[in-house]
């Protein structure tokens, strides 16, 4: 798949059409079949007790693979989450980043489909698994 759009362009149009949320997240990389996000974990992220909460976990799920589409048809802001389940495997450490390894399997003219694995800095082992379904708008 072309990329349409790199990193420093998923993140100025992050700025531009979500700025509620831009500060959150960094693009890594962009990967042969996604992209890699980090959010740095902050206090706002965690619940009581101290770990990443799962509302936390899936925004960055879901913005990871919302980037990796848009890094292959461009910018669409009104591409939209039609589904998600996320498997919390682990808990995650509630200091440093976490990183949300976005692998899209499906990218068709109506529907996106990928897989996010979520790891913790200095975990080995993935902390939580998401599918998600985009819908994308017709073309123009």
Do not use: W
């Not at 879901?62 to 591409?79: C, E, F, H, K, M």
């Not at 692998?103 to 200095?122: E, H, M, N």
């Amino acid at each position: 798949m072309d990329i349409k759009l790199d990193a420093a362009a998923l993140e100025a149009f992050l700025r531009a059409e979500f700025p509620q949320v831009a500060g959150e997240y960094t693009v890594d990389r962009l990967t042969e079949d996604g992209l890699v996000l980090r959010m740095d974990v902050a206090e706002r992220h965690l619940r009581p007790g101290g770990t990443v909460s799962g509302p936390a976990m899936f925004s960055l799920a879901d913005v990871a693979l919302y980037l990796a589409i848009l890094s292959r048809i461009g910018p669409q802001a009104l591409a939209v989450t039609t589904n998600c389940a996320i498997d919390f495997m682990r808990k995650p450490a509630a200091e440093g980043s976490m990183t949300a390894e976005a692998r899209l399997l499906k990218l068709g003219r109506v529907l996106a489909v990928g897989d996010v694995l979520l790891r913790s800095d200095g975990q080995a082992a993935p902390v939580a698994r998401a599918s998600l379904t985009y819908s994308i708008p017709p073309a123009a």
